[in-house]
């Protein structure tokens, strides 16, 4: 697949004119440079319809750049530092729009998983849920690494009535510990959710998956050597 060619835009600092229409540009005009320091404006350049996208948001910037047929890097010389610096981007205006739209889903999305995870650590007791995970990590010492905090958090979440929240559980009583250990692989690593899906009865679902279940259990038991 061919990539689409960069052109640069610098923003003159000294007086300039277009040798294509020789109109006088004055300084801090936005040019293209050609061969033997021929200038030419951007509409002499066919890049006047592009919109300018100025540095500073990563993400619109890669997007615009990926959307947009036609780009061209602005930059500007730094006295200070003795080297151009990249300004922005110039890229067609209906790229931008998608890019901005794609941007704005992004943050929306971010947000409420910000939101979700807030109200996530306000239901959980960090200490009971670690010792939680602790104790799942004693009874499977061969489950998968960092499955433990997963069953402690989805177990022990306040106000759920989930397996976690019993008296049983918060005594660490092995057989609660057992209970949320086999839901977890019931649902995660199963069809039982698909049987679910399907119509298939709750009993019916369970007994079919009951031997995979033991057999797992049964792995996660086993010590590490």
């Keep these: 697949m061919s990539q689409t060619h960069e052109f640069k835009v610098f923003i003159s600092h000294r007086d300039s004119t277009c040798s294509d229409c020789h109109e006088k540009l004055g300084r801090s005009a936005w040019i293209t440079l050609a061969d033997e320091g021929q200038a030419f404006c951007l509409s002499c350049s066919d890049l006047d319809h592009l919109a300018f996208l100025p540095s500073g948001n990563a993400a619109l910037t890669r997007r615009s750049k990926k959307h947009s047929g036609l780009y061209a890097v602005v930059l500007q010389w730094s006295r200070a530092r003795k080297h151009y610096e990249r300004q922005g981007l110039l890229v067609e205006e209906a790229a931008l729009a998608q890019a901005?739209?794609?941007c704005l889903e992004d943050a929306d999305v971010r947000s409420r998983q910000r939101e979700r995870n807030r109200l996530r650590r306000e239901e959980l007791d960090e200490q009971y849920v670690a010792r939680f995970?602790?104790?799942?990590?004693?009874?499977?010492?061969?489950c998968p690494v960092n499955r433990e905090h997963e069953i402690g958090e989805f177990a022990c979440?306040?106000?759920?009535g989930r397996v976690g929240r019993s008296a049983a559980a918060k005594e660490f009583d092995e057989a609660a510990i057992r209970l949320a250990v086999i839901a977890h692989v019931r649902h995660r690593e199963t069809?039982?959710?698909?049987?679910?899906?399907?119509?298939?009865?709750?009993?019916?679902?369970?007994?079919s998956v009951r031997s995979r279940i033991d057999e797992l259990l049964g792995e996660w038991r086993q010590n590490v050597d």
């Design 100 to 102: 901005e739209a794609e």
């Design 133 to 142: 995970a602790q104790r799942i990590r004693e009874i499977f010492p061969s």
């Design 157 to 160: 979440q306040k106000y759920s």
């Design 191 to 207: 069809d039982y959710d698909q049987l679910l899906s399907m119509g298939v009865d709750r009993d019916e679902a369970r007994r």
